[in-house]
C-alpha cells in the first residue's frame, strides 16, 4: 500500500533538483504524475526513470508563466489519470543581486516565474480538484520567504514572501471546498541553484554559520515534507508553514 495509492499530482520544475526528487517520491508512494518544467531532455529522462522502476509519470513541456501550458498539464493529468488531486508548486529561479543591482527586468522575470506562476498554477488546477471533490496544494517557498539574510537576494525575498501569502488566501478561501493549501520553507538545499554557494569555501562557511543543524540540505529531506502534505496524514493542515532548513530560523 503506498501512501498516495489512487492520487493524481503535477509538479512543477520537475526535471531536476527538488522537483525531480519530488516526483520520484509521490510516484513511489503509488501516485500517477504529470510534471513539467523547460528543460526538456532532463524531464523526459526523468519520465523515462520512473517508468523503468514501475512508476506512472507524464513528462510536459511545462514554463509557468504560460497560463494555456498550465491549463494543457491540468487537461492531460484529467484526460489520462482520470482527475488531479495534488498541485507541487516547485518551480522557481534565483537571481541572486542586491537591491541596489536588480534591474527592473531581473524583477520583472524573477515575480513572473516565483510568484506569477504559482498564482496561475493554483488558478488552473483548482476546478480539477474541486471537480474531484477536494485536493492538496503545496507552495515551495523558502526560508527567504520568513526572514531576510545578510547576503540573500530582495527580489527573491520578495516572491517568497508573496508565495507565503498567497498560500494562507488559497488555504482560507478554498477550505470549504476541502482544498488545502500550504507552503514549504527549505534552508538551503544542495540542487544546482545553490553550487555557486556550495563550491565558495568563504561563502559556504558564511552559510554554515547560520545552520545549527551542521550541514546543507537534500533534496530527499524536502521531498519528505511534499509527501506529508500531499497525502491524507495532514488531511486537518491547512494555511500551515512547514520550515525544513536545519534550524537557520529558529533563532
Ligand atoms: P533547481 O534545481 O534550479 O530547480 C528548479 C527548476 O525549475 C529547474 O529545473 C528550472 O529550470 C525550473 N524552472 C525555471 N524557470 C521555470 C519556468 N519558467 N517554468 C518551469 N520551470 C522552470 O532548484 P531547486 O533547488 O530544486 O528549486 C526548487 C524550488 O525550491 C524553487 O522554488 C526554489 O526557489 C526553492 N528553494 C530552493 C532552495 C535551495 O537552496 N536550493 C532553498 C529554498 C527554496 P532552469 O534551470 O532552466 O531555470
Redesign the pocket.
Known amino acids: 500500500m503506498g501512501r498516495l495509492d489512487g492520487k493524481v499530482a503535477i509538479i ?2 520537475g ?5 525531480a526528487t519530488e516526483v520520484r517520491f509521490l510516484t513511489r508512494e503509488g501516485a500517477k504524475v504529470v510534471f ?4 526538456d531532455e ?1 524531464g523526459m529522462k526523468v519520465e523515462a526513470e520512473i517508468r523503468e522502476l514501475g512508476g506512472e509519470a507524464t513528462y510536459v513541456h ?4 504560460e497560463e494555456a501550458q498550465w491549463q494543457a498539464a491540468v487537461q492531460t493529468a484529467e484526460e489520462r489519470y482520470g482527475k488531479l488531486d495534488i498541485l507541487v508548486n ?5 537571481i541572486r543581486k542586491g537591491l541596489e543591482e536588480t534591474t527592473v527586468e531581473d524583477w520583472e522575470r524573477i515575480m513572473d ?2 510568484a506569477k ?1 504559482v498564482f496561475l498554477g493554483s488558478k488552473s488546477a483548482i476546478p480539477a480538484m474541486r471537480r474531484a471533490g477536494g485536493g492538496s496544494i503545496i507552495n ?5 520567504g520568513l526572514v531576510g539574510s545578510p547576503n540573500g537576494s530582495p527580489s ?1 525575498t520578495a516572491t ?1 514572501g508573496a508565495v507565503r501569502l498567497l498560500t494562507k488566501a488559497t488555504a482560507i478561501q478554498y477550505a470549504g471546498e476541502n482544498i488545502r493549501c500550504n507552503s514549504v ?5 544542495d ?4 553550487q555557486d554557494t556550495i563550491n565558495d569555501p568563504s561563502r559556504l562557511e558564511q552559510r554554515m554559520q547560520r545552520l545549527p543543524l551542521g550541514r546543507v540540505g537534500t ?1 530527499e529531506d524536502i521531498a519528505y515534507g511534499v509527501l506529508y502534505l500531499a497525502s491524507d496524514e495532514s488531511s486537518f493542515v491547512t494555511g500551515s508553514e512547514l520550515v525544513i532548513d536545519g534550524g537557520t530560523t529558529a533563532s
Open positions: 512543477s520544475g526535471a531536476r533538483g527538488q522537483g513539467g518544467d523547460i528543460l532532463e511545462l514554463d509557468v508563466t516547485n518551480a522557481g529561479i534565483l516565474i516565483n506562476g515551495i517557498s523558502s526560508t527567504a527573491y517568497k520553507h527549505p534552508g538551503p538545499i540542487t544546482p541553484m545553490i533534496t
